[in-house]
């Protein structure tokens, strides 16, 4: 784990006094400072450096619009990193939406068969194994429910994972492997 320079601890607390009272010549400061790390950071999240950049300076832009609101319960640093990991899961989330919502207007034909609809019973067993699904996840404690929406949906791996929620890649693991556990019990009717 890196050291953090105590001058730089009170430079932070500096430049966070200065933003909450307007001044933003301590917002371009701090923004300078933090920006290309910051940006990395988001980069690993979202994959994308384009994306990385609109978020960091979006976490910057909500900082400044609410600034005189800004309660820090840590360290300046931790509140930036903290951002910019939350809004890189809300991009995340976000990418998971459209690509849901493409592949519900794509048909893929099989090639060389003509495609049937779903008999109602077939259809009927899907939108009860779906909703089966959503509730068992939805029950999920939240520790196991965020790894298996990251593992499922956004297809991150478990380091991935942990590093998205700062934790050791063997809690990750254990997480992801309980939640599977759970899951497996509540949709058992379906396994079988």
Known sequence: MRSVDPAQLTTDASLADRIRAGD???????FHLYYDPL???????????????????????????????WALRGGVRAYLYTAVRNSALNVL?????????????VTIPRIGMAQSAP?????????ELEEAIDDAIAKLPDRYRLVVTLRAQH???????????DL??????????????????ALDRFLK
């Open 119 to 127: 008999s109602p019973h077939e259809d009927a067993v899907g939108r």
């Open 39 to 69: 940006c990395r950071f988001a980069e690993a999240h979202v994959r994308s450096r384009a994306d990385a950049e609109d978020l960091v300076q979006g976490v910057f832009v909500q900082l400044w619009e609410q600034r005189d609101r």
């Open 168 to 185: 050791p890649v063997k809690t990750a693991e254990t997480r992801a492997a309980r939640a599977v556990q759970a899951l497996r019990a």
């Open 93 to 105: 989330k976000h990418r998971l939406v459209e690509r849901r919502a493409l592949a519900a207007d």
């Open 24 to 30: 933003a010549s301590g917002l371009e400061a701090l």
């Open 155 to 165: 297809h991150l791996t478990i380091p991935e994972i942990a590093r998205i929620l």
